[in-house]
């Protein structure tokens, strides 16, 4: 247990201080942590938490987003606007229905699953593209990934 709080901790270091493109690694550690925190505080209070962007869930390029299984956003660390819309038929530049991919991911294995889509990259302003790591608990998706080409 200890060697496990440790790990998160120094994962939670590498996302604070990462520079401004993330790691899938630091993507699915930063879902781990979402989740934990969620656990902790209650679902108002974490969703509070994960849609300020200078909290403890929000670092460059990375953050954390929860949808619904009805793909609904719910809580977003980069776009505050999304909360509370029906994403279900929203379809990037490549014609990828973007949640679909994101519930799909999480729903085939209970350890979460990466999807790929192009989404705007709140650091640089640009549509690039992004992987995302999702991972269904207590009914719903959190959500995290990273920009770029980079390939796990």
Known sequence: ??????????????VATSPVSASPEAARA???????????????AAFADFNR??????????YV?????????????????LIGKD????????????????LEAALADAQGGWSSYVWT????????????WSKLHDGLVFVSGTYGSETE
């Open 87 to 102: 994403l279900s038929a929203l379809r990037d530049v490549n014609g990828v229905q973007v949640t679909t991919s994101v």
């Open 53 to 62: 962007k200078d909290g403890p869930f929000t670092a460059g390029d990375l």
């Open 1 to 14: 247990m200890t060697r496990t709080l440790l790990t998160l901790t120094l994962l939670a270091i590498h």
């Open 121 to 132: 990259n709140p650091v640089t302003r640009k549509l690039e593209p992004k992987r995302a």
């Open 30 to 44: 930063l879902v781990d942590r979402a989740i934990a925190h969620y656990d902790a505080v209650g679902r108002d």
């Open 65 to 81: 987003w929860v949808l619904a299984l009805h793909q609904t956003v719910l809580a977003h660390g980069a776009n505050p606007a």
